[in-house]
C-alpha cells in the first residue's frame, strides 16, 4: 500500500506502510468513548438525539472530564495494558522482519504467545558463547570481573 508524501509524489520507503501491523491501541478516553456508543441506553443518555461526530466527542470529553478519578483509573489501566502488549508484539515483529530478504513475503503480526515465544528464543540465541579455535592458534583465557566496572579508554579516538 502506497502512501504520498507532502509534495504529492509517490515517496519511497518512507511512505509504505506494513499492512501486517495493526494500529496503536486506543487510548484511556477512545476506550471509555468506545464503551459509551457500543451501549445504545447510554448514548441515549449522554449525547440525547446528537447525531454529529465532532459534537459527539466534545461531550464525551465533557463526560471524561467531570468522570472520578477511581472510575477513570480503570480505562488508564487497561490502556496501559494494551500498550504494552501491543509494544512487546511489535518489537518482536520487527525483529521477525529484520531478516526477511526484499521482495520475500512478510509473515502475520503475531499473537502475544508467539511474541515471547519468539524473544525467549533470541534471547538464549544471544547468550549462547560462541568460540572459534584455529589449529596452531594458542588459546588465551580471558576473565572478567563484574564487580569492577570497565575503565574508559584513554585515547576515544581509537575506538
Given at each position: 500500500?502506497?502512501r504520498y ?5 509517490k ?6 506502510k ?10 484511556a478516553?477512545?476506550?471509555y ?7 445504545p441506553?447510554?448514548?441515549r443518555?449522554?449525547f440525547g ?7 459527539r466527542?466534545?461531550?464525551a ?18 490502556a ?5 502488549t ?27 504467545e ?11 540465541r544471544?547468550?549462547v ?7 596452531g ?23
Amino acid at each position: 500500500m502506497r502512501r504520498y508524501g507532502k509534495n504529492g509524489k509517490k515517496s519511497s520507503r518512507a511512505n509504505m506502510k506494513n499492512p501486517n501491523i495493526p494500529p496503536k491501541p486506543l487510548s484511556a478516553f477512545l476506550l471509555y468513548q468506545k464503551e459509551i456508543t457500543d451501549d445504545p441506553e447510554l448514548v441515549r443518555k449522554c449525547f440525547g438525539e446528537e447525531e454529529d461526530c465532532k459534537k459527539r466527542a466534545a461531550i464525551a470529553a465533557e463526560y471524561w472530564r467531570k468522570l472520578p478519578r477511581p472510575e477513570k483509573q480503570i480505562y488508564l489501566d487497561k490502556a496501559a495494558v494494551d500498550k504494552a502488549t501491543w509494544e512487546e508484539q511489535r518489537v518482536a515483529y520487527l525483529d521477525m522482519i529484520a531478516h526477511v530478504p526484499s521482495g520475500a513475503a512478510l509473515p502475520s503480526f503475531p499473537t502475544l504467545e508467539e511474541a515471547r515465544t519468539w524473544m525467549s528464543r533470541k534471547t538464549a540465541r544471544l547468550s549462547v558463547v560462541r568460540t572459534t579455535t584455529h589449529p596452531g592458534v594458542p588459546q588465551t583465557a580471558v576473565e572478567m570481573n563484574v564487580d569492577q566496572p570497565s575503565q574508559p579508554r584513554l585515547n576515544p579516538s581509537k575506538a
